[in-house]
């Protein structure tokens, strides 16, 4: 799973973000470079992968 490192934030792709305009079903990598974590709005290069 991909954690944003500032807030603990799991991106899932089966949900996606809707509010930012990604579709459920998105792979953490087909999302584009300059999303920003929903909740503090951190960068998609602060997001780790870390194991489930």
């Given amino acids: 799973m991909w954690m944003c490192m ?3 934030h799991v991106y899932e ?3 996606g973000d809707p509010v ?8 953490f ?3 584009p470079d300059d999303w920003f974590c929903p909740l503090c709005g951190a960068k998609k290069s602060d997001f780790e992968f870390v194991e489930d």
């Fill in 20 to 27: 930012s305009g990604i579709a459920p079903g998105t792979p």
């Fill in 13 to 15: 792709p089966e949900e």
């Fill in 6 to 8: 500032n807030c603990g």
């Fill in 29 to 31: 990598e087909d999302i």
